[in-house]
């Protein structure tokens, strides 16, 4: 089989990376050793990780085979409701969430059920309601099979997360990306997570860093209600958590004095609209990660909006880089700009 190496450490990171661009081959089994794993892999590609990863080929055990959504419901659809079905679903915890076509309403209950068998973890199967709405970018669901909960407790990289998957947003994909910023936060930083949510960013940081502070701003009284059980459960004593909007907080802890080290921007739809405020609260050297959506050949963009807020504010902009943080659709990137100031 064709295989990915990587150090034990970094193994969670490379299988997130995988999964999120259906790379991983489950053919076959992980092979392990005490200080490396081998991912089997579907091809060769540019690994962008910071560490080590090196492909070879290597004897791996097969799977028995599995069976996928499509496959479990073949004996309970038409070809024409078939080809309606969208077998793709996210895992939350014990939750699965997926997309139920109006075509597809009627068989909706036998979709959960089989759903479930394939998947032992899950307990409840909701269904999309709409899109995210709001300011808060929750999304309503409907429960369709199992237990009729929106809470569930998600594990990501060692932190227990209490989640409500529809009065708080939470995306178990960005736990990757989640890592690789940690991976950079140096001893004694003092580091502001703005849309903090139920607090994956700083109950990880806190976690696995050595920074001095953690601050949390959170707009979402739901959310921030969960992330202070959050910073409780996970035993987070340098974690600060502030609610309400940070148009209104951070000229508030700027008139207070503090300054960060590094600051989180996890909302690409309108992180933009917040660059202003939050390099009034930077210092030269503070580590700005802005994210936002775009095409591949307009990433330059980010890049220009980024620099004319730093300048605006009398700083320059040192040195930045641009990561690919995921693809929600063909064209468009969800992309970091790992800005610092000079």
Known sequence: ???????????????????????????????????????????EFTPPFEFEADFL?????????TMCLRDALKNDLTIDEQDELRAAYDIVGSI????????????????????????????????????????????????IGGEDTRETI?????????VNVETAYYSVRMA??????WLQVKPGERVLCLFSGVGPYPVTFSM???????????????????????????????????????????PKLVASGEQFDRITMPLPHTAHEFLDDVVSISRPGTTIHFYTFLEEDAFNKSIVVVREAIERAGHSLAKYDVVRVGQPSPRMWRICVDATLG
Do not use: W
């Open 96 to 143: 699965a969430i997926i997309e139920i076509p109006e075509p597809l309403v009627p068989k909706e209950g036998v979709i959960a059920e089989r759903l479930m068998g394939i998947n032992k973890s899950v307990k409840t199967v909701l269904k999309k309601v709409g899109g995210h709405e709001g300011v808060y970018r929750t999304q309503r669901m409907a429960c």
């Open 208 to 250: 696995h860093t050595e920074a001095a502070e953690l601050v949390g701003i959170e707009i979402n009284p739901a959310a921030h209600q969960l992330a202070l059980e959050n910073i409780a459960k996970n035993r987070c004593t340098n974690v600060r958590l502030l609610c309400g909007d940070a148009h209104e907080i951070i």
């Open 176 to 181: 990757t990306e989640r890592k690789r910023i």
């Open 1 to 43: 089989m064709l295989g990915l190496k990587v150090s034990i450490t970094n193994a969670q990171a490379t299988k997130q990376y995988l999964m999120d661009h259906d790379l991983l081959d489950k053919r076959y089994r992980l092979v392990r050793s005490a200080e490396s794993i081998i991912f089997p892999v579907t091809r």
């Open 154 to 162: 998600v594990i990501e990289n060692g932190a227990k997360l209490k």
């Open 57 to 65: 080929q290597a004897e791996g055990a097969e799977r028995e085979p």
